[in-house]
Structure formats: C-alpha cells, structure tokens
Nanobody
Framework: QVQLTESGGGLVQAGGSLRLSCSTS?????????MAWYRQAPGKERELVAE???????RIGDSMKGRAFISRNGGENTAYLQMNNLRPEDTAMYFC????????????????WGQGTQVTVVS
C-alpha cells in the first residue's frame, strides 16, 4: 500500500499562482512509472491537469496548457505542479496520482491516489 500526500492548495486571487506538491510516505518506493495531477470540481468530471513519466515525458491537459508545469524529484519521489495565471474555473479538488509499474506474470500496474488538496480561485 502506497500513500500519497498532497500539499500547497488554498485560496488564491485570479491571476495568482500556486505550487502543489505530492509525495509518498513509503520510502521503499524507488521511482514511479508515472506521476500525475488530476482535478475534479463539483458537478464536473475528473480531468487530467498534467502528468510526467519516469523518463521525463510530460503531458499537460488542454485547459491548463501554458499555465501548468509539472516536475518530479526522483530521490524524494515527489511531484510538483506549478500553476500560473489561475482562473475561477480552475477551482477544484486536485488529486495526485502515481503509477507503479507491473511485473508480467506477477501483478499488474497499480494506481495510487492522494486524498486531494482544495484549490479555490476568486476574482
């Protein structure tokens, strides 16, 4: 069992910035195959904000392109999400997701989720 802990959320004025952090409490984890941030607002579907693979490939969700930047620290197994020029429509619960690579014949890939950190953007 892997536990992910998010931090950095809060209340911010429109146009402001936030940096979210996600780290694992399990120091035995060497490196996740993928780390990502998702968000979900009330009444809306969950959507990808950004993801970064172990080799460093990055994908940013359409709604956050040009405003969100993701990075990771391999040694600490931590992912960071920098968000700039925030808008009220960015208000949501932001969830960290991590993928542990599976082993053929033993177990499949596993996905781990944090409890979420609330981001609220006001005009």
């Amino acid at each position: 069992q892997v536990q992910l802990t998010e931090s950095g959320g809060g209340l911010v004025q429109a146009g402001g910035s936030l940096r979210l952090s996600c780290s694992t409490s399990d120091t035995r984890e060497s490196s996740f195959k993928m780390m990502a941030w998702y968000r979900q607002a009330p009444g809306k579907e969950r959507e990808l904000v950004a993801e970064i693979s172990r080799p460093g490939n990055i994908r940013i969700g359409d709604s956050m392109k040009g405003r969100a930047f993701i990075s990771r620290n391999g040694g600490e197994n931590t992912a960071y999400l920098q968000m700039n020029n925030l808008r009220p429509e960015d208000t949501a619960m932001y969830f960290c997701n991590a993928t542990s690579e599976g082993v053929p014949g033993f177990y499949a890939e596993r996905h781990w989720w944090g409890q979420g950190t609330q981001v609220t953007v006001v005009s």
